[in-house]
């Protein structure tokens, strides 16, 4: 009842205010007022202000304009200070007294954080509400009644948090009725000299600038706050020994370090076994290399369709693979060298680092040398690892990961590989050329699932005809001793034989030993660090990119991701950049290779985007027919009726190359009459992706207009 009684008054007195009480919102009323009695127009202003305040009246933000403008910037301020917090807390009780039970009651279960949130940073939360004026003054009073924080805390909270913006507000307040003051003593109206005066433009320009200025002192407060929390008592160096610290050297620490160097600034670069991370020693060079010497053997296969004859089956030294491949690694070694990063002006250390403090890395140096560096921030760029499955047995089994893979000196006669993603699909490919007989067992139903079924299709399809076993939809329950070697045992009961064992079944963090627990930093299930759209822990001081953040695990995106790294660490105090993932590409480097920009069909549909999908197949292609490389497609999503690119998958040859026509008209927003419009050499793949173009050009004309344009044709014969 009593709450009905409330909201009948509430109700009553905003109808009221409209009614008669529209006039209280002009500044004439109260000037006319303080002409006769300042106090008094002092005491109704305040009433009549705490009351638009307390019933989310609109026109909080007038009320301190007028305020300025009828009792100047010391007496308005004061005076509109107090009216806003009194009337903000009137509307928080309300809120509270009305709603709270109820809300709180029905939404318990999706609240439960926020209240805990609010009741452990509440303060200082409603400060920085109330300091950066984006959220309205009244959606902020009826928010907060419904959240677990006292009247009193809210009270002097708002009053304080209020305080700055207000006295902007009031400024311009005052400085308006200067301007309005001086132009009627001259009696010459208002001129732009006259209202160009440097007092209003000062006004105008800080309550215009003032949203980022608050937002500024806020990040810095709550950047000091955090640094605070996670220094554990340790001190801020007062002189840092580098500008940067990034600790892995892989492609996302290399790519920070050197940027950070050509900015002349001062960076030590902490990796503990090889530079290069894994794309160098054990990732994209060891299996591209080992892929290329399949595709030859594979090849030789094949040249008897052309008429050379070299005889078949086709013998492997695969000691002489395994040499080519550890020959590959060493011909790019010097590229990521300690030699050439130091000629670049970068410092590089060998050892284990371990993080200390906001500031500082302490490094466990191969010689046994314990160091202790400090900079003003620190890159975490120490990459993943394969993940290692819990299966009962696996302990008693010989088996690889990408990491280990290229350690073995015998080519198995068996090969079990778990895991059908693009790792599991190049590398059963490779190896079943190279005379492995090859089983890949995978829960999914389709090859690199990522992709659109018919892709991933035809990429089965062909590993299939060259003898690899694909069993999908199934699981390993355990592994078993047998008499020839190991058992696998599927979840069906199935058994597969085998001598060799591939875990690809994806890849975790690398964040152990890191001494993330000394700032507070946690990581996921998978041991990926958590960072913010600039790259940014959730300690200020501390940024990470590349694979130990998840996400796409490509080189080519650690790399890009180093940038923003690199460049938010060092100059984030003036400019930040979000990271940018709307235009990544990548390969799959299996036969046919897979190559793919932007979304998929797949994608698409699960996220009700409208497409339009041309495909080119290259079974038309003629550079595609005389080199027997007849199969796969080009697909390209456009928005309908437009040529603006949503995405790309390209299936066949030399695909990883082709992409990057479609990867450069999504970067720059060229669509494909661009494509169409540009001459390609023949006879070239490259062709192919002009022809699709071409494909969806005829789809955009008008039939009518190809009727007519007939009918002219026939009329002219």
């Excluded at 062909?462 to 003898?467: F, L, N, P, R």
Aim: proline share 4%.
């Amino acid at each position: 009842m009593k709450k009905l009684l409330l909201l009948g008054l509430i109700v009553g007195l905003v109808f009221g205010f409209y009614w008669v009480g529209e006039q209280w919102l002009l500044p004439e009323t109260y000037q006319a007022l303080y002409q006769e009695d300042p106090v008094q127009t002092a005491g109704i202003f305040f009433i009549v202000y705490a009351l638009v305040a307390a019933l989310s009246i609109p026109g909080a933000a007038l009320m301190t304009l007028i305020s300025g403008a009828i009792f100047g910037l010391g007496p308005g301020l004061l005076i509109a200070s107090f009216a806003s917090s009194i009337g903000a807390t009137l509307a928080f009780l309300m809120s509270r007294l009305l709603l709270k039970d109820w809300v709180q009651s029905k939404f318990s279960t999706y609240l439960k954080t926020i209240n805990e949130g609010v009741e452990k940073d509440g303060p200082f939360f409603l400060f920085t509400l109330r300091l950066i004026p984006l959220i309205p003054f009244f959606a902020i009073n009826l928010l907060m009644g419904l959240m677990p924080i006292s009247a009193w805390r809210f009270y002097w909270v708002s009053q304080l948090g209020m305080l700055a913006g207000t006295a902007v507000y009031v400024n311009a307040g005052a400085e308006f009725a200067d301007l309005i003051t001086q132009g009627s003593a001259q009696n010459s109206g208002f001129s732009l000299a006259g209202i160009m005066t440097p007092g209003l433009l000062g006004a105008l320009v800080l309550l215009a600038i003032f949203p980022w200025l608050a937002r500024s002192v806020m990040n810095r407060i709550q950047a000091k706050r955090a640094l605070t929390k996670r220094a554990k008592g340790r001190a801020k160096p007062k002189k840092f020994d580098d500008n940067l610290i990034v600790i892995g050297g892989g492609a996302a620490g290399l790519v920070s370090s050197i940027i950070g160097s050509a900015v002349k600034a001062k960076v030590t670069l902490i990796e503990k076994h090889k530079m290069g991370g894994d794309c160098l020693n054990t990732g994209c060079v060891p299996s591209k290399a080992i892929i290329h010497a399949a595709k030859i053997v594979h090849e030789n296969k094949k040249s008897h369709s052309t008429g050379l004859l070299l005889g078949e089956p086709a013998s492997v030294d695969f000691q002489k693979v395994m040499t080519h491949v550890h020959d590959s690694i060493k011909a790019i070694e010097p590229h990521d060298s300690v030699e050439r990063y130091e000629g670049l002006g970068v410092s590089c250390a060998t050892g284990q680092a371990k993080i200390i403090s906001p500031w500082e890395v302490e490094i466990q140096h191969a010689s046994g040398a314990v160091e202790i560096r400090s900079a003003a921030n620190i890159i975490i760029a120490t990459g993943g690892r394969p993940r290692i499955p819990k299966i009962p047995g696996l302990d008693q089994v010989t088996y690889y990961t990408s990491d280990t893979l290229w350690q073995i000196t015998a080519l198995p006669k068996r090969l079990l590989i778990l895991g059908a993603g693009p790792i599991g699909c190049e590398l059963g490919q490779a190896f079943a050329r190279l005379g492995s007989q090859v089983t890949m067992v995978d829960k999914g139903q389709f090859l690199m699932p990522r992709e659109d079924e018919d892709v991933s299709q035809l990429v089965a399809d062909a590993m299939v005809a060259e003898g690899v076993n694909h069993v999908p939809g199934r699981s390993i329950s355990k592994f078993e001793p047998s008499n020839s070697g190991h058992s696998a045992v599927l979840d069906n009961g199935d058994a597969i034989e085998f001598d060799a064992l591939l875990l690809a079944i994806g890849r975790e963090g690398n964040t152990e030993h890191l001494g993330l627990e000394n700032v507070d930093l946690v990581t996921d299930n998978n041991g990926f660090l958590a960072v913010d759209e600039y790259l940014q822990t959730e300690c200020p001081t501390i940024y990470a990119c590349g694979d130990v953040i998840g996400g796409y695990q490509f080189t080519h995106v650690s790399a890009h991701e180093a940038w923003f790294a690199a460049v938010n660490s060092l100059f984030g105090r003036f400019k930040r950049f979000k990271a940018d993932y709307r235009v990544i590409p990548w390969a799959t480097f299996t036969s046919p290779e897979v190559a793919r920009v932007g979304i998929s069909e797949k994608e698409a549909k699960r996220q009700n985007i409208p497409y339009e999908s041309t495909q080119y197949g290259l079974d038309d292609l003629d550079r595609a027919i005389t080199d027997d490389a007849a199969t796969g497609f080009v697909r390209v999503l456009t928005v309908p009726g437009k040529d603006k690119i949503l995405g790309a998958t390209i299936v066949g040859p030399r695909a990883d190359d082709l992409i990057a026509t479609f990867v450069i008209g999504m970067k720059h927003g060229l669509g494909l009459n661009k494509v169409l419009g540009t001459i390609h050499a023949y006879p070239t793949y490259m062709e192919a992706n002009k022809f699709v173009a071409g494909q969806w050009k005829r789809k955009q004309v008008s039939v009518k207009l190809l009727a007519l344009v007939a009918w002219y044709n026939r009329k002219n014969l």
